[in-house]
């Protein structure tokens, strides 16, 4: 099982970025997907998840309106668009696979890729 993150970087504030996770090894399409943040001293929060067949997403207060999550299925692929972006986005960005099957949760993790927001 891989999931890989790309497309995070360097951007100044009211900028765009766009993260891609590139997913393999499992039945991507079975999977709800998330974006996690985590930024220095700071908990794990969830910024965004996207159903399995990406009929339904969510988004975390901080971001609504701002960034956008979705999904290609055919690619095995999530990915989050992040527009106007502020310093407080500044973080490493993980990308995450769930799914419940009964009793049993299948939870999958990508290595995380850096986003800083700053002039």
């Known amino acids: 099982v891989q999931l890989v993150e790309s497309g995070g970087g360097l951007v100044q504030p009211g900028g765009s970025l766009r993260l891609s996770c590139a997913a393999s090894?499992?039945?991507?399409?079975?999977?709800?997907m998330r974006w996690h943040r985590q930024a220095p001293g700071k908990e794990r929060e969830l910024v965004a998840a996207i159903s399995s067949a990406g009929s339904s997403t969510h988004y975390a207060d901080s971001v609504k309106g701002r960034f956008t999550i979705s999904r290609d299925n055919a690619k095995n692929t999530v990915y989050l668009q992040m527009n106007s972006l502020k310093p407080e986005d500044t973080a490493v960005y993980f990308c995450?696979?769930?799914?419940?099957?009964?009793?049993?949760?299948?939870?999958?993790w990508g290595q995380g890729t850096q986003v800083t927001v700053s002039s």
């Open positions: 995450n696979a769930v799914r419940r099957d009964g009793l049993r949760e299948y939870d999958y």
């Open positions: 090894g499992f039945t991507f399409r079975r999977y709800a």
